[in-house]
């Protein structure tokens, strides 16, 4: 449902394939489901409703594998007991539903959504326990994890102006699940509204530089002492792509940063097109920034590849 370049933003539907955390392309990414689609055109005016009867869920690294998310808990001074996470049955009570109405008025492409769903992410409930004395650690901590129901209201844009597209998307998430830092909390589970918002530009420089530059921001608009998530996590986006040699060399790159954790990640890549069939693509995944950091946590995982796509 959203256009943001190289990021997972309003597209909220599909759940995703992160076991190389965001590298893939992200039509590879998405992960496809059976579901019931309905679309509705009128002129300008366009309705989509949607059923899915049985949830899917992300799909994560294994417990040590190079973009293993879990480690970063697995590395905390206590005796850590990891639950396989708890999902809900193959059944049509536990189905998904969402809809979506979009317009054009007056050169803007405007649209509303909603989805009723199970989160992608599961919930890492938490529990503490004191070990007997004598132990290597003084206490045990026994996650849980659980996916759970929310609600998720969007809004995207998009305009056209001077050869300029200014795009937007907002999801406001009333209820979500967020961990918390507090050990007295029972299940270290806060309760807070989110509001996610992005805005994009498109421009083309010279007839041939494609560049796209975002600003995007998480809220959490009732923060509370000792949530693990900061109240606001704004983070900046490049991307440029160009071509030379009637395209047959086209340099890209992406670069994503945060502001709150200082880390970024940063994707050069180079391809080389044989012919109309043949594709050679040089390229690389740089990764900076603190060890907590959505991307600093991956720090050591720096890695260069070279691609061939056949086409037939």
Same mark, same amino acid.
């Given at each position: 449902w959203g256009q943001a370049v190289g990021l997972f933003f309003a597209d909220i539907v599909n759940p995703k394939d992160l076991r190389e955390y965001i590298l893939p392309d992200l039509d590879q990414a998405r992960i496809p489901i059976p579901a019931a689609n309905i679309e509705y055109y009128h002129d300008t005016l366009y309705?989509?409703?949607?059923?899915?009867?049985?949830?899917?869920?992300?799909?994560?690294?294994?417990?040590?594998?190079? /973009?293993?998310?879990?480690?970063?808990?697995?590395?905390?001074?206590? %005796?850590?007991?990891?639950?396989?996470?708890?999902?809900?049955?193959?059944?049509?009570?536990?189905?998904?539903? $969402?809809?979506?109405?979009?317009?054009?008025?007056?050169?803007?492409?405007?649209s509303l959504f909603y989805l009723y769903d199970y989160y992608n992410f599961p919930t890492n409930y938490r529990y503490i326990s004191s070990n007997p004395a004598g132990s290597l650690h003084t206490v045990s901590i026994e996650y849980r994890p659980e996916h759970n129901r929310v609600h998720r209201f969007g809004h995207t844009f998009s305009k056209e102006y001077l050869d300029t597209i200014?795009?937007?998307? /907002?999801?406001?998430?009333?209820?979500? @699940?967020?961990?918390?830092?507090?050990?007295?909390?029972?299940?270290?589970?806060?309760?807070?509204?989110?509001?996610?918002?992005?805005?994009?530009?498109?421009?083309?420089?010279?007839?041939?530089?494609?560049t796209n530059f975002q600003l995007m921001q998480k809220m959490?608009? %009732?923060?509370?002492? $000792?949530?693990?998530?900061?109240?606001?996590?704004?983070?900046?986006?490049?991307?440029?792509?160009?071509?030379?040699? %009637?395209?047959?060399?086209?340099?890209?790159?992406?670069?994503?940063?945060?502001?709150?954790?200082?880390?970024?990640?940063?994707?050069?890549?180079?391809? @080389?097109? @044989?012919?109309? %069939?043949?594709?050679f693509f040089l390229g690389a995944d740089l990764f900076w920034g603190e060890q907590n950091g959505d991307f600093g946590r991956f720090k050591d995982n720096d890695r260069f590849y070279f691609e061939m796509l056949y086409r037939f």
């Open positions: 309705l989509q409703l949607i059923f899915i009867p049985f949830p899917e869920f992300n799909e994560f690294a294994k417990p040590g594998a190079e /973009f293993d998310f879990s480690r970063t808990i697995l590395a905390q001074d206590a %005796d850590i007991i990891m639950k396989d996470p708890v999902k809900p049955d193959n059944s049509l009570d536990n189905g998904e539903i $969402g809809a979506r109405v979009s317009k054009l008025i007056a050169g803007w492409d405007l200014f795009k937007g998307e /907002f999801i406001y998430s009333p209820k979500m @699940y967020i961990s918390s830092l507090d050990t007295t909390d029972q299940d270290g589970i806060s309760a807070g509204d989110t509001l996610d918002w992005l805005l994009g530009v498109d421009y083309t420089f010279f007839g041939s530089l494609e959490i608009l %009732d923060h509370e002492p $000792g949530m693990a998530q900061r109240e606001y996590a704004t983070s900046i986006s490049v991307w440029f792509k160009t071509g030379f040699f %009637d395209d047959r060399i086209e340099p890209e790159f992406f670069m994503v940063s945060s502001f709150n954790q200082r880390d970024w990640l940063f994707r050069p890549k180079i391809a @080389y097109n @044989y012919g109309a %069939d043949l594709t």
